[in-house]
């Protein structure tokens, strides 16, 4: 379902001394492309944490499962990068939501690394893409 929701969610939440200021992409194309985007798009690297990542109770113990998180497309979910305490403030008001990472100062892993580790996120030899 698309996340509707979100702008009413950010805007209630906001931290007052905050500028509006949201980056954001959907995850249609695949949660570790839009975790990406929103790096390249800052002068960052995303530093994903493995146990925060939303794996369905479905793909448990299967081997591909980390995979079809990250690769996978179709998922219209929406990946937002927000200061600290905005981030917060979303995660108690926007049911659903979740952290599962943060930007920092570029890394040698590239625009997107383990957050366990630092180790760069390489893509698996055939990826979701729309068109291509």
């Given amino acids: 379902m698309p996340r509707f929701d979100a702008v009413a969610a950010?805007?209630?939440c906001r931290p007052a001394a905050l500028d509006w200021r949201v980056a954001g992409c959907d995850s249609?194309?695949?949660l570790a492309a839009a975790a990406?985007?929103?790096a390249v798009a800052s002068g960052c690297t995303a530093l994903l944490s493995r146990s925060d990542?939303?794996?369905a109770a479905e793909l448990a113990g299967r081997a591909q499962a980390e995979d079809w998180c990250l690769w996978g497309g179709e998922d219209f979910e929406l990946v937002l990068a927000?200061?600290?305490a905005w981030a917060e403030a979303l995660l108690e008001r926007l049911a659903g939501a979740r952290q599962i990472g943060r930007l920092v100062e570029p890394q040698a892993c590239g625009p997107l690394g383990w957050a366990e580790g630092g180790?760069?996120?390489a893509p698996p030899t055939a990826t979701f893409r729309h068109f291509g």
């Fill in 10 to 12: 950010l805007g209630a």
């Fill in 28 to 30: 249609s194309d695949g």
């Fill in 36 to 38: 990406s985007c929103l």
């Fill in 53 to 55: 990542l939303p794996l």
């Fill in 82 to 84: 927000l200061k600290p």
């Fill in 119 to 121: 180790g760069p996120i």
